[in-house]
C-alpha cells in the first residue's frame, strides 16, 4: 500500500500561486491513478484533478485554465500547481491514489490510499 504525505499548503492573498506536493513511498506512483480532492468545512469532499495512468489528465471545469495536475516519477511525488487563487479555493487538500487506473474516476470511495492534507487558505 502506497503512503502519501501532502505538503505546500498556506495562506495566501487572492491572485496568488501555490504548488502543493505529495509524496509517495512504498511504491512507486507510474501506472498510479492519482488525484487531488479538496474539502472546505461544511461541504463535502470534491476532486480537483485526476492523473491517470497513462498520463492524461483532467480538471473540474472550475480549475481548468488555473490548476495544472503532474508528477515526478523519479522523486516519486504528485504536484498541483494553483494560480490564480480565489477566496473560495480555500479548503484542506487531499492527494489520493489508486493501482487500477481502469477506475480513475471524480468518486473519493474509489481511492483506498489518502494523505493528511494541506490546509489552503486565500484571503480576498
Known amino acids: 500500500q502506497v503512503q502519501l504525505v501532502e505538503s505546500g499548503g498556506g495562506s495566501v492573498q487572492a491572485g496568488e500561486a501555490l504548488r502543493l506536493s505529495c509524496a509517495a513511498s512504498g511504491s512507486t506512483i507510474i501506472q498510479y491513478c492519482m488525484a487531488w480532492f479538496r474539502q472546505a468545512p461544511g461541504k463535502e469532499r470534491e476532486g480537483v484533478a485526476l492523473?491517470?495512468?497513462?498520463?492524461?489528465?483532467y480538471y473540474v471545469n472550475s480549475m481548468k485554465g488555473r490548476f495544472t495536475i503532474s508528477k515526478d516519477v523519479v522523486k516519486n511525488v504528485l504536484f498541483l500547481e494553483m494560480n490564480s487563487l480565489a477566496p473560495e479555493d480555500t479548503a484542506m487538500y487531499y492527494c489520493a491514489a489508486r493501482v487500477d487506473s481502469s477506475y480513475c474516476n471524480w468518486s473519493p470511495s474509489v481511492y483506498p490510499a489518502w494523505g493528511q492534507g494541506t490546509q489552503v487558505t486565500v484571503s480576498s
Open positions: 492523473l491517470n495512468g497513462d498520463g492524461r489528465t
